[in-house]
């Protein structure tokens, strides 16, 4: 292994220097924070300028921009159990939280800033929203076809879900070298 790839793979045994993970833990948190003022932003324009009941293409039926407000969770699912969807949120958050603060490798901190910032504002939404504390309805507008309409923190959701799978899926196949 060249000098090169172990920077960029350090062993798991490895103690990374007190700068560095005030780097990792800084870049972390800050892209957290960067999410949450992109979703809630996004959310304070849709409300602004978006309706519930007019839908206005963007890529012709595929995808559109209309107002929502979703007291479940994907799909609307479990609409009556937003105050869990809330504890989930809230949970999710803390937990970005703490592995922000246990991350070694630049890749996970984003992908741990990113998941804990798009919780964070869901979170958000789902405690000080209405219709009350803790049973707010997250605010959605991206509307796909007629599956479902979602926002931002929806799609850094999936796509830090996806690459951090891929990271898992690629730190499994290291070991076996």
């Known amino acids: 292994m060249t000098s090169s790839q172990a920077e ?8 990374l220097s007190s700068t560095r993970r005030r780097q990792l833990t800084g870049g972390a948190l800050l892209i957290a ?9 996004t959310k304070v324009w849709a409300e602004a300028t978006l309706t519930e009941r007019e839908r206005i293409p963007l890529i012709g039926d595929l995808l ?5 407000y979703n007291p479940g969770a994907a ?5 009556g159990f937003t ?6 949120a809230v949970a999710a958050t803390i937990t970005a939280i703490v592995f922000a603060f246990r991350v070694q490798r630049v890749g996970w901190a984003i992908v741990i800033g990113a998941l804990g910032g798009a919780a964070a504002s869901h979170a958000g939404d789902r405690l000080f929203r209405d219709p009350g504390f803790a049973r707010g309805h997250v605010v959605d507008f991206l509307a796909y076809g007629n599956w479902f ?5 929806d799609i850094v959701i999936v796509t830090a879900a996806i690459t951090g799978a891929v990271f898992m899926i690629r730190t499994g196949d290291e070991t076996t070298e």
């Open 33 to 41: 924070v960067v999410v949450v003022l992109i979703d809630q932003g």
């Open 8 to 15: 960029a793979h350090p062993p798991a045994a490895s103690k």
């Open 64 to 68: 559109g921009l209309q107002l929502a």
């Open 149 to 153: 309409i979602g926002n931002l923190a």
């Open 83 to 88: 105050w869990v969807f809330a504890l989930l």
């Open 75 to 79: 799909f609307s699912f479990g609409e």
